[in-house]
Every structure is written in C-alpha cells, then in structure tokens.
Nanobody, 124 residues
Framework: QVQLVESGGGTVQAGGSLKLACAAS????????MGWFRQAPGKEREGVAT???????DYGDSVHGRFIISHDNRKNMVYLELNNLKPEETAMYYC??????????????????WGQGTQVTVSS
C-alpha cells in the first residue's frame, strides 16, 4: 500500500511562491508516475502537474510556465514549485501516485493513491 504525505502548504500573497513536497512510502523501486492535483471548495478536482519516473512532465494549461514539478526517484519524492500565485488558486493540493506504465503518466489519467492534501491560500 502506497502512502503519500504532503508538506509545504501555507498562506502567501498574490504573486508569491511556495514549494510543496510529497513523500511516498510502501513501494519498492521508483513509482512510475507521481503528480499534483488541486481542488477548491465547490469546484472539481483539477490536474496540476505530473512527472514520470524517467522525468517526462505534463502540466495543466492554467499553470504551464508558472509551476515546476520535479522528483527524486531514489527517495520517491515529488515537489511542486508554485510561482506567481493567484488568489483563485487557493485550494487543497493533493499528491497522487499512479502505477502502470510511465508512458501513461499525465494529468488526464486516473491515479491509484492519494495523500491527505495540503492547503494553499493565496491572499489578494
């Protein structure tokens, strides 16, 4: 059973930056795909970014060019750098892991394991 624990959320002013981290445990070897999703109150969950074990990345359209996803395969860690944040990006940010082929790693795929989430609040 894969367990995911997020950290790094908080409150930041519009235009500011945060860095989130997610630690995965309970899996032998490198997870083929890890990613970040977010959900604001009253809205659907949105794919933010994913990274495969070989480093291929996928970003949601709204964050492309501002957010950066990275990973450390040896530690099964994934990071998300959030830059130039906007108030409408206030949400719970979730780390997720997907098994199967790394080539299918994308924000549009279903994920198998989820963390509890970390809150990001952007003030105007």
């Amino acid at each position: 059973q894969v367990q995911l624990v997020e950290s790094g959320g908080g409150t930041v002013q519009a235009g500011g930056s945060l860095k989130l981290a997610c630690a995965a445990s309970g899996y032998t070897g490198s997870l083929p795909c890890m990613g970040w999703f977010r959900q604001a109150p009253g809205k659907e969950r949105e794919g933010v970014a994913t990274v495969s074990e070989i480093g291929s990345v996928d970003y949601g359209d709204s964050v492309h060019g501002r957010f950066i996803i990275s990973h450390d395969n040896r530690k099964n860690m994934v990071y998300l750098e959030l830059n130039n944040l906007k108030p409408e990006e206030t949400a719970m940010y979730y780390c997720a892991a997907r098994l199967g082929r790394w080539a299918d790693c994308s924000t549009h795929r279903e994920f198998d394991y989820w963390g509890q989430g970390t809150q990001v609040t952007v003030s105007s």
